[in-house]
DNA sequence: CCGCAGATGTCGGATTCATGACAGTCGTAA
DNA sequence: TTACGACTGTCATGAATCCGACATCTGCGG
């Protein structure tokens, strides 16, 4: 299963200085980014292909070798966001720092809000083409597709309507936790919605009729007396 | 430096001083991209329905209302990239810009050059998402050259027209994904489109006539009922 | 036996699509 | 220019099917 919550996005951060790592450090976690660091353009490299980060931020200079290089290095073999983070404001550095493949550029000083910002722009730009992926949920011999809205067992599609497929996708997004109905209404059928929970009921035994081989005595989708449902595999 | 693509990028430059727009112009064409203008937020958002840019670059302070606002209003319903390019330096405003979903914020007095590689920062980090289109898809018998416009079953050309062909390409484009009808109406008709969204069904019904072998039950382009139509092999 | 949660069946209003017809628009050829 | 056809958007109608509501039944524990 994938993660299903909101994780913090994780930066990490290349500057050979302590002292800036640390407030920089501070100050993004205060943001709520998960922040690593790399003293150097080696440790940094290591450390992507250790732990790839959301964002990377990248100091011009380095004591091993310059950040446009790091930068292309990390181009070579990534396309992990960069954002160049540095003093140098010279409006060639600006260039050559983009060209070198990076997505953006800031100039010390930082105001932490500017380039949590920046970040978020970025991630903003980045995360879809990411997210596609992630949406192909297997539960049993189950396949969930998200995106295509389609359930297929064996190959087959199950003819779900829109919903009793939410239901089954909100049960599959959390695998094998216990939803309770108010949860369940709460995410199939809105916020605003104030009928009977029961109304829980009656889907979730139309989806057991698709779902299950033998729904009088269901497999996957199953009642937690007292509690809700839960899907397990 | 020109870009290298056999066709030029588009930019939209909106700002009302057209001494500023005449001198950024110059300085872009001379970078190699084709610049359309815009006076005021109502002409830009007019100008990105008529024919969407390939990037937006929006100054803060227009006559009719603010950037923020229209930056807000393009990402209402269009993914285009936007630069803020604008006089006003102070972090709140950046951070403002990035927030309303900007992805970039520059600051006048410009430098051609550096506003020219955040274009091209930009761009390669959009492009791959469009990329897909630009290619020749198939989709089950169906043959689709997005480029060429034309779509052939056998080697035999299909005579779609101009919108069943974007509702087409658009389809095959997230093969396998559900799209709305909000998603198509966005895409084929254009940002800014206030019709009813009936006229998918319609369109779809006409698309189907032509590349469905059977239209009374089609195989590839299927209702997903209540939540739109997807494209299937 | 009672009380309760879950399961089941059914019904009718509400949604949602498919379909055919029609009118307006646009480009082109005469 | 006009006439024409292709294309497009709008609408009304009917059919399909969804889904909330209700009534009832079952199984289990106390």
Not at 143 to 157: N, S
Request: aromatic fraction near 4%; proline fraction near 5%; charged fraction near 30%.
């Amino acid at each position: 299963m994938r993660n299903t919550g909101p994780v913090a996005h994780s930066l990490l951060l290349v500057d050979d200085e302590p002292r800036i790592r640390r407030v920089l450090r501070l100050a993004l976690e205060d943001e709520g980014y998960q922040v690593a660091e790399a003293a150097n353009g080696y440790d940094a490299l290591a450390a992507l292909r250790r732990e790839p980060p959301d964002v990377v931020l990248l100091d011009l200079m380095l004591p091993d070798r310059d950040g446009f290089t790091v930068c292309r290095e990390i181009r070579r073999a990534s396309d992990v966001p960069v954002i160049m983070v540095t003093a140098r404001t010279d409006s060639h550095d600006v260039v050559a720092g983009l060209e070198a493949g990076a997505d953006d550029y800031v100039t010390k000083p930082l105001v932490a809000k500017e380039l949590s910002a920046r970040i978020r722009a970025l991630l903003r730009r980045v995360e879809p083409a990411n997210a596609r992926q992630a949406e192909l949920l297997e539960v049993g011999d189950l396949r969930i597709d998200v995106l295509g809205a389609e359930v297929t067992r064996d190959g087959e599609a199950l003819p779900l309507t829109r919903t009793e497929f939410k239901l089954l996708a909100e049960l599959a997004g959390a695998e094998g936790k216990v939803l309770s109905r108010e949860q369940l209404l709460s995410k199939v059928w809105g916020y605003g919605y104030f009928g009977d929970s029961r109304i829980v009921d009656v889907h979730v035994r139309r989806l057991r009729l698709k779902i299950e081989r033998d729904p009088a005595s269901p497999t996957h989708l199953v009642t937690a007396r007292g509690l809700g449902y839960r899907l397990v595999s």
